[in-house]
């Protein structure tokens, strides 16, 4: 399983209440990845294995957890894993932040409540529609204005999208990470660039 898709929420890439399993030599792979090797990362790994562990005193019958040869694993559904592995990153990095003193158990308790970890997806029709504009040459990774995309998509599909409902098309890009959108100009990643997206509010 790539750990970087799942925090990606792809779509199309299994049922929700499909069950996977999440081994903390995995999830440290994936950690060191990302935050490189340093003692505010070490930190906030720490953090962030401390509360994906605690997935199986707050879930219940939702998670099964099991130590392994290598460390421990815990099996829980797809929808599951996506909160819990977004509340650990956010645990993970207020601890590389300075927030390390706080328990495990207190962090996967407060997290949820002081952000709000919202599983952002994309429609058939915004699939569709990226499909489409990705298709055209040039687009993919080039900073545009949003008006300018919008000329680029084909005359079909501008008959059937307006520019308002374009805009609002670029916003779930955002959200999910398919697109940076910056001071009203737009980057549109092709699809296996996908990026990793924390938004505080």
């Given amino acids: 399983m790539e750990l970087a898709a799942l925090i990606n929420y792809p779509d199309g890439a299994g049922s929700e209440s499909e069950f996977i399993t999440l081994s903390s030599a995995s999830l440290e792979s994936f950690w060191m990845g990302m935050a490189g090797e340093s003692y505010a ?21 939702a998670a ?35 927030a390390d003193q706080l328990p495990a158990a207190v962090l996967a308790a407060v997290v949820p409540l002081l952000f709000d970890v919202e599983r952002v997806s994309m429609e058939e029709s915004d ?6 504009l990705l298709n055209v040459p ?10 300018q995309l919008y000329a680029r998509l084909p005359k079909q599909v501008r008959k059937q999208t307006t520019l308002r409902d374009f805009i609002e098309f670029l916003d779930v890009c955002n959200k999910v990470g398919q697109a940076d959108v910056d001071d009203g100009h737009v980057i549109v990643h092709a699809v296996g660039d996908k990026k990793f997206r924390v938004t505080f509010r």
Avoid: C, H
């Fill in 138 to 147: 040039g687009v993919a990774g080039v900073k545009m204005t949003r008006e």
């Fill in 64 to 98: 099964e957890f099991n130590y392994s040869p290598t460390g421990w694993e815990v099996r829980l559904s797809r929808a599951v894993a996506q909160v819990v592995l977004s509340s650990a990153l956010l645990g993970g990095l207020l601890a590389m932040l300075g």
């Fill in 41 to 61: 990362s070490r930190q906030g790994l720490q953090i962030f294995l401390d509360i994906v562990k605690e997935i199986d005193a707050t879930r219940g019958p």
């Fill in 127 to 132: 699939r569709y529609l990226l499909g489409k």
